[in-house]
């Protein structure tokens, strides 16, 4: 399903005053498809990507997946861990790997924390850690797992629920160029095959050849991105009631 972000708007306070992360924006990203989110530092890429993946509710606004409303101001934080057990993988900057379990055990984790089988889910880890090239470090810890081996496991582990929205931040930040191209290629590969809705943040421009669409984030705010630009949605009308 695709993923649509309406009018997300995000305040913080700021003193006496506030400061807006996140500015009205408008953003669809078509099932299947990845899109990269460029900026500078500060512009407000990660602030945008937490509201989308409800670690953050938006000020104003709201994310969709598909015809669903399923984040806004006022979800519980009980509702949006729900969402995000059942609907999102998150892939963060850094991959958060727990140091006492093995990769394979990284991904059974997951699966125990969404009720899953543990037989089904000993063989679902193990097809994604396959499907990311590093099946052979199935009993290895983190420890003993290059840069690269951590983000491929953390990709895997965000697939394990099969999900309709992919959420990544930063991949490639602690990579070289040519390992930092590979798993954003790793990345669009498994958008392709798992039809999910994929967002990318990243502040490398020459990684992305195989991304689908770019958007760039100044300020808050989306501007026109030379290389391409990703589609957008119109604005929802006012009084519009949540599905």
Do not use: N, W
């Not at 990345?187 to 990684?207: C, F, G, P, W």
């Not at 984030?217 to 030379?226: H, K, S, Y």
């Amino acid at each position: 399903m695709d993923l649509h972000l309406r009018g997300i708007t995000l305040v913080y306070p700021d003193g006496e005053g506030t400061l807006t992360a996140v500015d009205d924006v408008h953003l669809t990203v078509p099932a299947g498809t990845t899109t990269a989110l460029l900026g500078p530092s500060g512009a407000g890429k990660s602030s945008l990507l937490a509201v989308a993946a409800g670690l953050t509710r938006p000020t104003r606004g709201c994310v969709e997946i598909g015809d669903d409303t399923v984040l806004t101001p006022t979800t519980t934080v009980a509702r949006a861990t729900r969402v995000r057990l059942d609907r999102i993988g998150v892939v963060f900057q850094s991959p958060q790997l727990l140091a006492s379990l093995t990769a394979v055990e990284q991904l059974e984790l997951h699966a125990h924390l969404r009720g899953g089988r543990p037989a089904a889910a000993r063989a679902r880890a193990l097809e994604l850690l396959d499907a990311v090239g590093v099946a052979g470090q199935a009993g290895k810890r983190p420890a003993q797992l290059s840069g690269g081996q951590r983000q491929r496991v953390a990709i895997a582990r965000a697939l394990m629920g099969a999900p309709e929205v992919l959420l990544v931040d930063e991949p490639t930040s602690a990579l070289d160029h040519e390992r930092g191209s590979r798993v954003v290629e790793l990345v669009t590969r498994l958008t392709r095959e798992t039809s999910a809705a994929t967002l990318l943040v990243s502040h490398d421009a020459s990684t992305l050849g195989s991304v689908d669409a770019r958007v760039r984030l100044v300020d808050g705010r989306l501007a026109a991105d030379p290389a391409a630009a990703a589609v957008r949605t119109a604005p929802v009308p006012a009084g519009r009631p949540p599905r």
